[in-house]
T-cell receptor, first 117, second 115 residues
Framework: DAKTTQPPSMDCAEGRAANLPCNHSTISGNEYVYWYRQIHSQGPQYIIHGLKNNETNEMASLIITEDRKSSTLILPHATLRDTAVYYCIVRVAVGDAGGTSYGKLTFGQGTILTVHP | SAVISQKPSRDICQRGTSLTIQCQVDSQVTMMFWYRQQPGQSLTLIATANQGSEATYESGFVIDKFPISRPNLTFSTLTVSNMSPEDSSIYLC????????????FGDGTRLSIL
């Protein structure tokens, strides 16, 4: 699986948008970009994932560059409860008639996002 | 998404002993995984629990130290054997459903301290 590079830490003011970057310059065509976060004392929480199109759900938006070498996770209105470690992960997913096979979910060090009042 | 329950949620154990951690899912899942998170570190995959066959271990992890069972599609156990203080970590169960485009989900883990 391709590796990712994230800044070790970021700050954001409450109510503002938090934009978390991720570089994955060696990503291959069948690798998806996944974002998870881990709030203290909890297991990782799935946020969003995408292949090449931008994606949005109730938690966040994922913007993937056209060359797929980088992406940005956007939390549109950050709250204090969004303070967490955010992990960007690339993961293989291959589908065939028998279903979908998934590669391993390999965690890097992530970005510590601190949302302050 | 699947609801994952781990037992115990935390424990303090004596060195040289073994502890079995249980992972129960509220729905049938295709794949179950066990991760370790050492203090201040990221998650590391220990093994993939395979139903009806031996688990698939990652480099650096062996069956004698971390025996795993998976008797059905909703349950798995991880045993940490002959524990030492270096085994003090959070151990997390994770599941992947094959249906649709479901992401991999995680339990809240078992916090293990070895004295």
């Amino acid at each position: 699986d391709a590796k990712t590079t994230q800044p070790p830490s970021m700050d954001c003011a409450e109510g503002r948008a938090a934009n978390l970057p991720c570089n994955h310059s060696t990503i291959s065509g069948n690798e998806y970009v996944y974002w998870y976060r881990q709030i203290h004392s909890q297991g990782p929480q799935y946020i969003i994932h995408g292949l090449k199109n931008n994606e949005t759900n109730e938690m966040a938006s994922l913007i993937i560059t056209e060359d797929r070498k980088s992406s940005t996770l956007i939390l549109p209105h950050a709250t204090l409860r969004d303070t967490a470690v955010y992990y960007c992960i690339v993961r293989v997913a291959v589908g065939d008639a028998g279903g979908t096979s998934y590669g391993k979910l390999t965690f890097g060090q992530g970005t510590i996002l601190t949302v302050h009042p | 998404s699947a609801v994952i329950s781990q037992k115990p949620s935390r424990d303090i154990c004596q060195r040289g002993t073994s502890l079995t951690i249980q992972c129960q899912v509220d729905s049938q899942v295709t794949m179950m995984f066990w991760y370790r998170q050492q203090p201040g570190q990221s998650l590391t995959l220990i093994a993939t629990a395979n139903q009806g066959s031996e688990a698939t271990y990652e480099s650096g992890f062996v069956i004698d130290k971390f025996p795993i069972s998976r008797p059905n599609l909703t349950f798995s156990t991880l045993t940490v054997s002959n524990m030492s203080p270096e085994d003090s970590s959070i151990y997390l169960c994770s599941v992947q459903s094959q249906s649709g485009n479901q992401p991999q989900h995680f339990g809240d883990g078992t916090r293990l301290s070895i004295l």
